[in-house]
């Protein structure tokens, strides 16, 4: 549930995703093994990010040789601000979900094919029957009007 955004969090203080992938290893390990302290009424999500706070800090002391390797003071100062960036994130990751769900369902797979699949621009731009720059532009514009939805659900 937590997951993704524990992950990101992570991601985001380690110079590779295979580094982020051990630490989130790490940072299971420990969730588990702690589970039995962590408080019913207390906040499960609040808990794991300090959980995997300290298994990166513990990461990047444990390679503090390493050029790659953000300073520990670094570390701390990044981890603070993300802390707090993750929870809008995942406030504009939910209020995007929605706001795709509102859409057209043509228009919302044209959208998802320039993003997600295999396919190039100019593939998707000939299977919506746009020239390729018409397609950017209709691209464009559908990209607007997602982000002013996302803007009034985030706002609520």
Known sequence: MHESAIRAYVRRLLPTRADADDVMQGVALVLWAKFEQFRKDGDFRSWAFGVARYEVLAWLRDRGRDRLVLAGDVAEMIADETESDVFHLEEQREALATCLKKMAPRNRNLLLESYGSELTIQD????????VAGFYQWLHRMRRVLLDCVQQEVAR
């Open 124 to 131: 998707v731009a000939a299977t919506s029957g746009r020239s």
